[in-house]
């Protein structure tokens, strides 16, 4: 089985613009979560979707969206970056309610 | 909340004993571990639901005490390889993927 892909891998942007990051998870898996991680903040979870639904959400600004189509894959929308946004990006899928399998991460920069 | 962690780093040689400690201010159903090396995602170690179970894994086992909200991971007899940053996600609700991470436990095993 193909694991999680995210795509793409790196990313530099400055700030004010917008970015749309993409998950596909591991084939069967319906949920998909998204997560920052910074050397100060480590994990910081921002969303899940199950079914399309976003089932979850964590304490992050309305500028970081994200959506779910009926394949499973998932796009997560920053918009107006900050240069705080600058971060690696992992997003993980997983039968409803078992382990989490994380993808490669995409490593955004914000200039 | 996102649980804590101690220690936040440990420095072993091989063939020695660690253990490295979650804890949570809020009723868990399930804690996971994570082990995650430099540059790459965080791999899946285990997961131990409500109910106060120990769980192994090779060398690596863990134990969670649903009433004093903690988890505990065990590395014993230490090999290079278990060097990584540990983390613990934590959940409160069967239903819920709403992951909550620890900031991570460095652990780094010398010849």
């Known amino acids: 089985k193909a694991g999680v892909t995210q795509t793409p891998r790196y990313l530099i942007k400055t700030r004010g613009q917008q970015v749309t990051l993409s998950c596909s998870p591991i084939s069967g898996h319906r949920s998909v979560s998204w997560y920052q991680q910074t050397p100060g903040q480590g994990l910081q979870f921002l969303f899940e979707?199950?079914?399309?639904?976003?089932?979850n959400k964590g304490n992050f600004p309305g500028r970081f969206s994200g959506r779910q189509f009926s394949n499973s894959r998932s796009e997560m929308n920053v918009s107006t970056l900050e240069l705080g946004d600058s971060a690696l990006y992992l997003c993980?899928?997983?039968?409803?309610?078992?382990?989490?399998?994380f993808g490669p991460g995409t490593r955004l920069t914000v200039l | 909340q996102q649980p804590v962690q101690s220690p936040q780093a440990v420095i072993l040689r091989e063939g020695e004993d660690a253990v490295i400690n979650c804890s949570s201010s809020k009723a868990l159903y399930s804690v996971h571990w994570y082990r995650q090396k430099h540059g790459e995602a965080p791999v899946f170690l285990m997961i131990?639901?409500?109910?106060?179970e120990q769980k192994g894994h090779e060398k690596i086992s863990a134990s969670f005490n649903e009433k004093k909200q903690q988890s505990s991971l065990y590395l014993t007899a230490s090999q290079l390889s278990y060097s990584g940053t540990y983390f613990c996600?934590?959940?409160?609700?069967?239903?819920?993927?709403?992951?909550?991470f620890g900031a991570g436990t460095r652990l780094t095993v010398k010849p």
């Open positions: 979707y199950f079914s399309e639904t976003q089932r």
């Open positions: 131990l639901l409500k109910g106060g």
């Open positions: 996600g934590t959940s409160d609700s069967f239903y819920n993927n709403d992951m909550r």
């Open positions: 993980a899928s997983s039968l409803a309610f078992a382990e989490q399998f």
